[in-house]
């Protein structure tokens, strides 16, 4: 009588069957094709997907209250560094409010040009007539 050979081993250490294998692979198999699925129900094939660089940029807008505003605002301006920004809260505190825009030519260091460039950051002020109308 021929002994009956042992039961053969798989080689190495598996942590699953044969069988444990085979279900991992085809829930993977429909997992992925859920996401290639979702990826084109969503325009993935027909470039509707939104992309950073179509994006629509956008700006922010920098307005400064001359009579509310501290020099650290005012030096955020462009062509305005540290100097002319304390200058412009000194003339305040010194001679008071501004009665408008234009009434920043008295600081020194501010002329024409340079209230021009500073004009789209400064923000509106009621006019004189609708201050003296109240």
Same mark, same amino acid.
Request: charged share 25%; net charge positive.
């Given at each position: 009588m021929v002994p009956s050979p042992a039961p053969r081993k798989p080689a190495g250490n598996w942590l699953l069957h044969r069988? +444990? &294998?085979?279900?991992? /692979?085809g829930l993977t198999a429909i997992? %992925? /094709?859920a996401v290639i699925a979702w990826s084109? *129900?969503?325009?993935?094939?027909?470039?509707?997907?939104? +992309?950073?660089? $179509? !994006?629509q940029? @956008?700006?922010? $807008? *920098?307005e400064v209250d001359i009579n509310q505003a501290q020099?650290?605002?005012? /030096?955020?301006?462009?062509g305005v560094g &540290? $100097?002319? !920004? @304390?200058?412009?809260? @000194?003339?305040? +505190?010194?001679?008071?409010?501004?009665a408008d825009i234009d009434d %920043? =030519?008295?600081?020194r260091g501010i002329g024409p040009r340079t209230l021009d460039s500073l004009r789209p950051y400064l923000r509106p002020m009621p006019? =004189? @007539? !609708?201050? /003296?109308?109240?």
């Open positions: 069988t +444990e &294998q085979s279900t991992a /692979a997992g %992925l /094709a084109i *129900y969503h325009g993935g094939t027909s470039g509707r997907t939104v +992309e950073v660089e $179509k !994006a940029p @956008q700006t922010a $807008k *920098y020099w650290p605002e005012f /030096a955020n301006l462009p &540290q $100097k002319l !920004a @304390q200058r412009i809260v @000194q003339s305040r +505190e010194a001679d008071g409010p501004f %920043l =030519r008295r600081v006019s =004189r @007539q !609708a201050v /003296a109308g109240k």
